[in-house]
């Protein structure tokens, strides 16, 4: 059987309790080593055949699994964060499908929540937003004309921006113009839980600059909006004039 596991953003202790189990148990690994702490793998067996996949193509990928197929092998495909979000297993998947070779697909916890935690801060707050928008900006891969930057900014939503650190510059523009103003929140986090991990705060208008000095230009989340400093309002699921199907709320 083949599994897709998320490895979590970096610290090898995020990875679930399933993904870990099946590390232990793999007889195959293939994990994308460019983005993947290969700390992870000093979990697995010993006789565990290891590939990185950061110099190999699909095919190549794929070739592997298909050559190391067994009903009684456990084969590992070791991606970042969740490998739903931007893990380009969709592709890997179709394949499998056309071979009939089972899969099946375990998450992990992703490098925009792991960011999120690290800020200490909750990306849906009540009077504040409910929404978020995880994105990226356009590059080699393009975008869809109406998931444009400045569209999605528009709806002044939290955000939660991949792959876009290195063209830094234009992302704040398409934000400013979305968000109509320059005094957003920004975060910046850079490697989120990983031992070189590195915050940078503040506002669209400065955040450019802090990056551009700090170096950083990838492994970076950018989020973008008021749940980070903002006021915001109480929840009504703890406060005890509100009633709910677990707790009679005060008149």
């Known amino acids: 059987m083949i599994y897709f596991v998320g490895a979590g953003p970096g610290d090898v202790d995020l990875i679930t309790v399933k993904g870990r189990d099946l590390l232990t148990r793999a007889d195959v690994v293939i994990y994308a080593g460019s983005l993947v702490w290969d700390q992870h793998l000093r979990f697995c067996k010993q006789d565990c055949l290891q590939f990185n996949s950061a110099g190999m193509t699909l095919e190549e990928v794929i070739a592997v699994m298909k050559k190391n197929d067994r009903p009684e092998k456990v084969i590992v495909r070791l991606h970042t964060g969740d490998p739903t979000i931007y893990g380009a297993i969709r592709e890997q998947m179709s394949f499998l ?127 973008v909006g008021d749940f980070i400093t903002g006021d915001y309002e109480r929840s009504l699921l703890y406060n005890p004039e509100f009633s709910h199907g677990y707790r009679k709320g005060k008149e």
């Open 97 to 223: 499908e056309k071979e009939t070779m089972p899969y099946r697909v375990i998450p992990g916890v992703s490098s925009f929540t792991a960011a999120c935690a690290v800020i200490n801060r909750e990306f849906t707050v009540p009077g504040v937003s409910q929404t978020v928008i995880v994105t990226r900006m356009e590059g080699k891969t393009p975008v869809p004309e109406l998931e444009d930057l400045e569209r999605l900014a528009s709806h002044q939503s939290s955000m939660a921006i991949f792959l876009s650190v290195q063209e830094i510059d234009k992302v704040l523009e398409k934000l400013k113009r979305g968000y109509n103003r320059s005094n957003v929140p920004v975060s910046v986090v850079y490697k989120a839980t990983w031992p070189d991990q590195q915050v940078l705060t503040g506002t669209l208008a400065d955040i450019g600059e802090k990056v551009k000095k700090a170096g950083i230009s990838r492994f970076a989340q950018i989020l």
